[in-house]
């Protein structure tokens, strides 16, 4: 089992940054994402990473079109901890942000984002930005 737990969500003007942390706990995993859903929206990737040393792309992220150039997975993230560092936020990214992991590289793989890939969810936390 995993278990996830955000945290860093808050209100801030556009323009402004803001850094997310995801801890998890149990079992490793070999991806592990930060999606996020706006009220009436489907819910959508916004970035991706190999955390697994042992898969062949450990390390690897990926980004949205939507966010690439603005957030960041810091390649220094400390053990069972991934975080999502956020600049130049717009109003269009407020939303309740959730950190995902997935127990195959099946949910890093691909350009598009799947969230039926992964199995394990934090409750998120909320970004709001005016």
């Known amino acids: 089992h995993v278990q996830l737990v955000e945290s860093g969500g808050a209100t801030v003007q556009a323009g402004g940054s803001l850094t997310l942390s995801c801890t998890s706990s149990?079992?490793?995993?070999?991806?592990m994402a930060w999606f996020r859903q706006a009220p009436g929206a489907e819910r959508e990737g916004v970035a991706r990473i190999y955390v697994s040393t042992e898969n062949t792309h450990y390390g690897t992220i990926h980004y949205a079109d939507s966010v690439k150039g603005r957030f960041t997975i810091p390649q220094d993230n400390a053990k069972n901890m991934l975080n999502l560092q956020m600049t130049s936020l717009k109003p269009e990214d407020t939303a309740m942000y959730y950190c995902?992991?997935?127990?195959?590289?099946?949910?890093?793989?691909?350009?598009?984002?799947?969230?039926?890939?992964?199995?394990?969810w934090g409750h998120g936390t909320q970004v709001t930005v005016s």
């Open positions: 995902a992991a997935a127990f195959s590289g099946f949910g890093c793989f691909g350009e598009e984002f799947k969230k039926e890939r992964f199995g394990f």
């Open positions: 149990g079992y490793e995993t070999t991806c």
